[in-house]
């Protein structure tokens, strides 16, 4: 069965980057199947897609971080990551990572870690 | 970026009664639109994909429906753990979700 676990700081000064590691058990991270993905939840607040990547390095970001967010995958270590830059109080959130099944077929996404808070605060 | 927004944004119900979830998008997303169950505390889970097919392990209760631009979540009859925030996300461009439905016990 395969489980996701974020990992990273849990609180990160106004103006630094946010760095976030999620590390896939129970499947790999070099199959072409799926995308792997973070999302984040402001406290009180609903779901923001951050972006994803695939096995390969191509990326997608939302088109409101696109300037701050850069994801990563090391398949030697089965894990991805997610380096937000420049970040402010309204980057607090809950980050969670996720797989997103596309082939063979389009799924969603399907499997998620348990979230790892980060704050944002001098 | 497309938009989604979600009606209600609360919905009050009793255990047995049928729940009607909406959600609409600002352009059509074809028929890729998912739902998602959370419940505090947890992450989310997948109930739906591609408008109107189950994942794996949803029950029967749980139903999709729609395309283009109007999405309907119908939960037949409530049992009481699917008391929770449910949200509707799109993958047609990038990917957004909706802000939210909560299905709170009457």
């Known amino acids: 069965q395969v489980q996701l676990q974020e990992s990273g700081p849990g609180l990160v000064k106004p103006s630094e980057t946010l760095s976030l590691t999620c590390t896939v058990s129970g499947g790999s991270v070099s199959s072409g199947s799926y995308y792997w993905s973070w999302i984040r939840q402001p406290p009180g607040k609903g779901l923001e897609w951050i972006g994803y990547i695939d096995y390969s390095g191509g990326s997608n970001y939302s088109p409101s971080l696109k300037s701050r967010a850069t994801t990563s995958i090391d398949t030697s270590k089965n894990q991805f990551s997610l380096k937000l830059s420049s970040v402010t109080a309204a980057d607090t959130a809950v980050y969670y990572c996720?797989?997103?099944?596309?082939?063979?077929?389009?799924?969603?996404?399907?499997?998620w870690g348990q979230g790892t808070t980060v704050a944002v605060s001098s | 970026e497309i938009v989604l927004t979600q009606s209600p944004a609360t919905l009050s119900l009793s255990p047995g009664e049928r729940a009607t979830l909406s959600c609409r998008a600002s352009q059509s997303v074809s028929s890729y639109l998912a739902w998602y169950q959370q419940k505090p505390g947890q992450a989310p889970r997948l109930l739906i994909y591609d408008a109107s097919n189950r994942a794996t392990g949803i029950p029967a209760r749980f139903s999709g429906s729609g395309s283009g631009t109007d999405f309907t979540l119908t939960i037949s009859s409530l049992e009481p753990e699917d008391f929770a925030v449910y949200y509707c996300?799109?993958?047609?461009?990038?990917?957004?979700f909706g802000q939210g439905t909560k299905v709170e016990i009457k």
């Open positions: 996720a797989r997103e099944i596309t082939r063979p077929s389009y799924y969603g996404m399907d499997v």
């Open positions: 996300q799109q993958r047609i461009s990038w990917r957004t």
